[in-house]
């Protein structure tokens, strides 16, 4: 798995311990300033005595938000408890939005008023047009003591954050922060925790059930060894004696079981007994099936999303988005045409570089294994007398044609300068888009996919295919104009424009950009060109670690010439199997050591679209095992298909259903354009870069297979985008068409 680094550090606080005594203050003293986590760059922090300034130095009114959130990792008592401070605003400070000040968040979640002793609350709280509620400036600008409740059962405060409320001149400063507790006996019972697929288990699928153990510590040599569990099914019940774990998974932070059946179809309910005096009993029920439908619902609802994504005339919101006919290319007064393509993420982006990792995925398993693909895909945006898919990826490709400039360049991406709210539906969105300046990368990939596009499409669309191989040519031609890595900036006076998918290395996209277009050409001069830095590229893709994301292409240029393995060399031939064989018994092995039985280290963090990752690794099994024939690699995707439907710590299944993911962050749904259908594949665990997500107190501190919400909010683990999703569909047609 690739690995992210730079959560923006906020404020770091020094808390004195707890002291055992009937009312417990718990002060926590400031110690460095914060970083606005929205990078609004308008409000200022500053320590004062005791507590925190924040104030504006800007000129005129700041009609915004910004957040910030202080880290405070402190240890709390069980029993009833409340975090507390005094707020002081300047005179100066005049509020915008309703007298609103700040929205108090605690550990990711809206805080709610404390009471005071007569039973009102400590402050008075205004409710947002947006749902968010706001403490209220008091009427004579005084001193006001604030008391926030914590959860009787929360024994740890992560963070304090809060939004700050539009103002002119804001100003307000925060003193005498403190946690104020009773402290209880904590006799809490806990159930062990076991999980499994909320899919069940298809016919020749893998059957496991992980289990979470509570009530001993492992390594302790008074700990009991063994437990007696039940399993239960359409035979009766059996008893299954099992070794308990001795040690803790660094994943999850727990004692960890991995059980493995080999059932027949049925329903089976596992119960498992309490261990220690403080555990209980539980039990978990799953099904192995005597058929794949429930396999093959799950990859048509995967491959259905790409209709609701769809931007433009074909798409579900054709009167969405006028100002797509005429995208202001950004720096001057020129526009250009960039309507269609489908939606980058939970925002109404169009990205070219993550665009065309997507659609090159797709086209990729068309050329090396176009039977998994004949299926039907409905909803469909135009379809045709080609295969299904190749109408899902031709809409992505037409809209990749519109970012090419005049010179052969591609830009970077299109998008407003600011986003959106997460609550505007797409026919809402007016503001400009901005064609943001041509990047070396988005250039390279654009021409691997526009040449393997070219490639399908000449089996279909003959006038098509030739207009992709055209402008996959101008592309080359630009690199070769220009050798050296061209890249955007992450901003632009002040302002992100939209994800920035910067990239510090070009190499790879170039690699893919010559391994596609010799997949196209299949001349001499094209293979000898790629074939000269396949043994570099080999050891690269090895030493990273086999990446899994749209920022590292070395894998998929593997795969293009995968697809003309009987026009390379000898040597070219075995350079490239070489690395696909190596990338897939690498994760096989970390996959067979892991407790969660993940294609990773148990110690390693998750990255931000930790979920599309797994998938890409599922699709590389899977696509390897057809190829080669090696059925082992088969098995280890089945094995890894459970980690999405819910066999994680959590218990969670990542994809949206009855079951599963509920409050994506993607503004067609959230803002009511439509409802949510089944079969988005969610970002997943984030233990690595929360940038700023206002529910990341909920889980910063926890393991890394705990960091996960399923809050529209959280952008950072809970937002849907195409690349994890054009994996997720392909792992999933892969898996229905195994042997």
């Known amino acids: 798995m690739t690995l992210f680094s730079g959560f923006a550090a906020a404020i770091m606080v020094i808390a004195a311990p707890i002291q055992a005594q009937e009312r417990l203050e718990i002060p926590l003293r400031i110690e460095s300033l914060p970083d606005d986590l929205w990078a609004k760059n308008r409000i200022t922090p500053e320590l004062v005595e005791g507590g925190l300034r924040m104030y504006d130095t800007g000129d005129g009114a700041f009609n915004d938000a910004s957040f910030w959130q202080i880290d405070l990792g402190q240890d709390l008592p069980y029993g009833r408890k409340m975090l507390s401070f005094d707020v002081a605003i300047d005179p100066q400070h005049q509020p915008l939005w309703g007298r609103h000040l700040i929205q108090p968040i605690i550990d990711g979640q809206e805080a709610t008023p404390a009471l005071n002793d007569d039973g009102t609350p400590s402050y008075d709280l205004s409710i947002a047009g947006d749902g968010k509620g706001f403490i209220i400036i008091p009427e004579d600008y005084g001193v006001q003591t604030i008391t926030l409740d914590i959860p009787t059962s929360q024994t740890r405060l992560s963070t304090f954050a809060f939004m700050t409320g539009g103002a002119t001149g804001f100003d307000m400063t925060l003193t005498d922060i403190k946690v104020v507790a009773w402290p209880e006996d904590d006799t809490r019972v806990f159930p062990q925790n076991p999980v499994t697929s909320s899919l069940g288990f298809p016919p020749g699928h893998p059957q496991s059930v992980i289990v979470e153990w509570s009530g001993f510590e492992p390594g302790d040599p008074d700990a009991p060894t063994t437990a007696d569990l039940t399993l239960t099914g359409p035979m009766g019940a059996q008893d299954i004696t099992v070794a308990l774990p001795r040690r803790v998974s660094a994943a999850s932070a727990s004692a960890v079981s991995r059980l493995s059946f080999d059932l027949d179809p049925g329903a089976y309910t596992l119960t498992l007994p309490a261990v220690g005096e403080r555990s209980a009993p539980a039990e978990v029920a799953f099904t192995v099936q005597s058929d794949r439908s429930a396999l093959t619902q799950m990859r048509d609802e995967a491959w259905g999303v790409f209709y609701w994504i769809t931007s433009g005339p074909t798409g579900p919101f054709p009167d969405a988005h006028p100002q797509d006919t005429a995208a202001r290319i950004f720096g001057g007064d020129a526009t250009r045409d960039i309507t269609g393509g489908w939606y980058d993420a939970g925002d109404y982006g169009k990205y070219s570089v993550n665009g065309a990792w997507a659609a090159s995925l797709m086209l990729l398993t068309g050329l090396n294994a176009p039977e998994v693909l004949n299926h039907d895909i409905a909803p469909l945006a135009g379809g045709t007398d080609r295969p299904d898919w190749i109408d899902v990826v031709t809409a992505q490709l037409d809209w990749l044609v519109k970012m090419q ?335």
């Open 405 to 739: 400039s005049p010179d052969g360049g591609v830009n970077h991406k299109v998008t407003t300068r600011n986003w959106p709210g997460l609550d505007v539906r797409p026919e809402e969105d007016t503001a400009v888009k901005y064609l943001m300046p041509v990047s070396s990368t988005a250039t390279a990939d654009y021409a691997a996919t526009l040449a393997l596009g070219a490639k399908i499409l000449q089996h279909y669309d003959a006038d098509r295919a030739a207009l992709f191989e055209a402008a996959a040519a101008r592309a080359l031609a630009w690199l070769d104009a220009n050798p050296n890595l061209v890249m955007i900036e992450t901003t632009y006076d002040g302002a992100q424009y939209g994800g920035p998918y910067t990239d510090d290395d070009d190499t790879d996209e170039r690699f893919f950009a010559r391994a596609a277009w010799a997949a196209l050409q299949q001349t001499p001069e094209a293979i000898a060109a790629v074939e000269a830095d396949l043994e570099t590229r080999r050891a690269v893709l090895y030493a990273s670690d086999n990446d899994t994301y749209w920022g590292k292409v070395d894998l998929l240029g593997m795969w293009a010439l995968k697809s003309i393995e009987d026009q390379l060399s000898e040597n070219g031939a075995a350079q490239v199997n070489g690395a696909l064989r190596s990338a897939a018994h690498k994760w096989s092995v970390l996959q067979q050591r892991s407790q969660w039985l993940l294609p990773m280290e148990d110690t390693d963090g998750f990255p931000w679209g930790s979920n599309g990752g797994l998938a890409t690794t599922g699709w590389h099994w899977a696509m390897w095992a057809r190829v080669d024939g090696d059925d082992k690699y088969t098995q280890a995707a089945q094995v890894l298909l459970p980690y999405f439907h819910g066999r994680n710590p959590l218990g969670q299944t990542y994809v949206t259903n009855d079951v599963g993911v509920r409050n994506p962050h993607l503004r067609p749904h959230v803002s009511g354009a439509f409802d949510l259908p089944p079969g988005f594949i969610s970002g997943g665990a984030n233990s690595i870069d929360l940038a700023g997500d206002p529910t990341s107190g909920a889980i910063l501190g926890q393991p890394p297979l705990r960091m996960f919400v399923d809050h529209k909010d959280s952008y950072a683990t809970n937002e849907v985008a195409i690349n994890w999703q054009a994996a997720w569909s392909l792992y999933a047609s892969l898996l229905v068409a195994a042997p």
